[in-house]
């Protein structure tokens, strides 16, 4: 499993802000475990904290705002895009003002930076959500939406659609993230002209120039108000007969709008909180679907905090019966693991088919065959045994015991056909040979019971 990482020291970077116009500087931070990601305001009274979630989005005019109290802060999907792409779980960021710096509108240097100060590993393993079913957000009024399907990795295909003869159809796609730096982390946030007039009519894009921005000229119009737009850009005056890209610097790719969309919803879904893993189909996205489907998400997110392990019964297993048989003393009819499929630096997974010949349904019972509930809590200690005294140099002259259970729930009862899979974690590590852990069993995706229970490790008698 991978372990969650931080940055290895902290770093600046100074720029004008996009829409404000005034000079920031933001400052990433190395933070603990578990900690996510966090903004801080250091220019307001009591430094305001701004946790990075998508419930604190406000507003996805032209960015995504983050608010908590008096305390806002947008133009942060490009800094999130590239932590959360390049793999940090953790960081406090600092900001003297109500927005990032927009930089050359992309993700180029906060990758670049983020390379330059490295990452540091942490001891806690990444909680990482495994889609397993299709989830699907939709705006009927634009046809905007956004897919996620179950699959092996993390990776998106974005496609955008607008009536412009200058852009009109394209699409982006990423298949593995290690690929974010090379592929995606460059390409630059883009407006129309014909949207100008508008922005700067609203009090945005104050900061706005042929440097920080793709600048798209589909529409022809008249020169003088082609001029005075030119104007208030700052920029020469240029032939509105002319239609195409306004830059000083050419597209780094000829698809670098959708490219830039991918980054986007790269940087609205770290607002979930958690990787994923999945595959992301987005369809005409923009910031506004971006945090309807990152709310969604962290909706299903918290209705299954618990998730059930990945179990594919044909995958090798790392313990079969024999090696369980080395390290628990149980047999026949009390040994209630059959296989372990995955052992981690906390955790350990496990499986028990469970069938009709079991011998406590004869009166457990005769028409209606369940398995004992203590059974399910003494099958979750034998996988949390297997654990502990894997971790032994000579397990045969140990023994695992009970000393505390509690904390127990029944959620569902166990048949004769059913699969159980055990996910047992150690929240703390072993002290004095006591074993605190923490137990699920799971049919299919649900689950049936867990426990907290301490176990205690003993050397036998000679």
Request: aromatic share 8%; with cysteine.
């Amino acid at each position: 499993m991978n372990k969650q990482k931080t940055l290895n020291g902290s770093f600046s970077l100074f720029g004008k802000g996009l829409h404000t116009g005034l000079s920031l500087t933001v400052t990433f931070n190395p933070a603990p475990e578990n900690y996510g990601y966090k903004i801080q305001r250091i220019d307001l009274p009591g430094e305001p904290i701004i946790d990075a979630v998508a419930e604190n989005v406000t507003e996805t005019t032209r960015g995504t705002v983050l608010t908590k109290g008096e305390a806002r802060v947008s133009t942060v999907e490009h800094a999130l895009a590239a932590l959360f792409a390049l793999g940090i779980d953790n960081c406090l960021m600092q900001v003297n003002g109500p927005e990032f710096p927009i930089l050359d509108g992309s993700a180029k240097f906060y990758v670049e930076n983020i390379e330059r100060i490295g990452l540091k590993e942490q001891n806690a393993e990444k909680d990482i959500f495994v889609i397993k079913s299709k989830i699907e957000i939709k705006d009927e009024n634009t046809g905007n939406s956004i897919i996620i399907l179950p699959d092996e990795n993390f990776s998106l295909n974005v496609l955008v659609h607008y009536d412009s003869g200058v852009l009109y159809n394209q699409y982006a796609t990423l298949e593995d993230m290690e690929s974010f730096k090379d592929e995606i982390a460059s390409s630059r946030t883009f407006v129309f002209v014909r949207e100008l007039e508008g922005l700067l009519n609203l009090g945005l894009i104050k900061g706005g120039d042929l440097d920080n921005a793709i600048v798209i000229y589909e529409r022809e119009m008249p020169q003088d108000k082609f001029d005075q737009l030119t104007d208030l850009l700052g920029v020469p005056h240029m032939d509105a007969k002319k239609l195409g890209y306004l830059n000083h610097k050419p597209l780094v790719w000829n698809n670098e709008p959708a490219r830039h969309k991918l980054l986007d919803i790269i940087g609205d879904l770290a607002l979930i909180g958690k990787p994923l893993q999945g595959r992301i189909i987005a369809t005409c996205p923009g910031h506004t679907i971006n945090n309807k489907f990152a709310r969604a998400m962290r909706k299903v997110i918290r209705e299954h905090q618990i998730q059930a392990p990945i179990y594919d019964p044909n995958r090798e297993p790392v313990m079969d019966i024999k090696r369980i048989k080395e390290l628990l003393p149980h047999r026949n009819p009390m040994l209630l693991v059959d296989k372990v499929t995955e052992i981690g630096s906390n955790y350990i997974v496990g499986t028990k088919n469970v069938t009709m010949n079991e011998p406590y349904f004869n009166g457990h019972f005769p028409e209606e065959p369940v398995m004992p509930g203590v059974l399910l809590i003494e099958a979750m200690s034998q996988c949390g045994a297997l654990f502990v005294m894997n971790m032994l140099d000579d397990p045969k002259k140990y023994s695992t015991y009970f000393i505390k259970i509690e904390k127990v729930i029944f959620h569902k009862k166990v048949v004769p056909g059913d699969t159980l899979v055990f996910k047992i974690e150690q929240p703390v590590p072993m002290r004095h040979s006591l074993a605190v852990m923490k137990g699920y069993v799971f049919v299919g995706e649900k689950l049936v019971a867990e426990a907290q229970f301490t176990g205690q490790i003993i050397k036998n008698k000679e």
